[in-house]
């Protein structure tokens, strides 16, 4: 590691400041500093550096081309620094960290009302649950273990399979006192799509009345809001229904047919091929394959999470560099 080479944090929160505002006074206003001393970092940067940083623009200064390519990576170091401290002063002397990737409305309807129980046996396990709607980036975000719907194949990671998923049709009280009993006649109904999964209607009606190519309807690009678009009377959705747990529940969804459908796709855990021995990563794994496992019968059922055998999907180490996608769950 060069030394020289490394920047200093306090120039580079300069620099994003000043770039942010596009002007040194306030920026100098903003980190409590005099014009000059703002001034005098973004020199020693661009000495540093050997590139032109900002330009003089009337009254204002702009990023350089040079600046504009900087920005990204100088937020981003700024971000993982902060991030560090806030980990190291919020671990205590004895707490693992636990960093967690999971899928929106999966971490929020299911994953998180269930935390207590492993919070309750691993009282020194700190969380962190971070949500995305695409793959994450195992290289370049600090997550230790991550839940992810696709096929088993990860770039840097182990994945081991959670469960299959199957989804029913559900609607408001209202909307399937509308709808006719008879499948092949849904159509007349509003569907509901998941963008992501532009197949999932089309392929219910071929396996289960023969029919293709249902289209028509409203999109939604995540599930939570294709939940609160069913609720809200504005049509038929296909749901999994551990998902929807409490809304079938207390009635504001019913299903409609005692149809359901596996989807083409799975869920896994997948551990960074570095994070092999992480103690709190690798008891979290047990935890949430047994809260699948002690619970499919009952889910599979009513068509949320199907706990097949895990024995019967082996852990695969990916060598590839293509990732499933996460299809907005």
């Known amino acids: ?12 929160q300069t620099f994003e400041c000043a770039a942010r505002h596009g002007n040194f006074s306030r920026a100098a206003e903003e980190l409590n500093l005099t014009q000059s001393a703002v001034s005098r970092q973004i020199a020693e940067l661009e ?11 009337r009254k204002r200064v702009v990023l350089s081309e040079a600046g504009q390519q900087a920005l990204p990576e100088v937020r981003r170091i700024l971000a993982e620094a902060e991030r560090l ?20 409305t999966f971490g ?9 129980g492993f919070l309750a046996s691993h009282p020194d396990v700190a969380l962190t649950v971070e949500s995305r709607d695409r793959p994450f980036d195992l290289d370049e975000e600090p997550v230790d273990l991550v839940i992810h719907y696709g096929k088993p194949v990860w770039p840097g990671g182990v994945t081991s399979f959670l469960c299959t998923e199957i989804v029913v049709p559900v609607a408001s009280r209202a909307v399937a006192a509308r709808v006719s009993p008879d499948i092949g006649l849904l159509t007349s109904a509003p569907l509901l799509h998941m963008t992501s999964r532009p197949n999932l209607w089309s392929d219910w009606f071929a396996l289960h009345s023969g029919s293709a190519g ?20 504005l049509g038929v959705a296909l749901l999994p229904t551990y998902l929807i747990e409490q809304e079938l529940a207390s009635g504001a969804l019913v299903q409609l047919f005692d149809a359901p459908m596996k989807t083409e796709n799975a869920y896994y855990i ?37 706990a097949t055998s895990v024995a019967e999907e082996p852990n695969l180490q990916s060598g590839h560099r293509k990732t499933g996608a996460n299809h907005g769950v």
């Open 1 to 12: 590691m060069r030394r020289r080479l490394l920047p200093d944090l306090v120039t580079l």
């Open 47 to 57: 000495a540093q550096t050997g590139q032109r940083l900002f330009e003089r623009v």
């Open 85 to 104: 401290m806030t980990d190291t002063l919020s671990s205590g002397p004895v707490a693992q960290q636990l960093r967690i990737g999971t899928l929106p």
């Open 108 to 116: 929020a309807r299911w994953l998180v009302p269930r935390l207590s």
């Open 214 to 233: 249902v289209w028509r309807g409203h999109k939604f690009d995540q599930f939570s809001m294709i939940i609160t678009a069913a609720c809200a009377g």
């Open 270 to 306: 997948v551990i960074p091929e570095a994070r092999q021995s992480h103690r709190a990563a690798t008891s979290f794994k047990t935890w949430i394959l047994g809260q699948v496992g002690n619970r499919g019968t009952d889910v599979n059922r009513s068509g949320g999470l199907d």
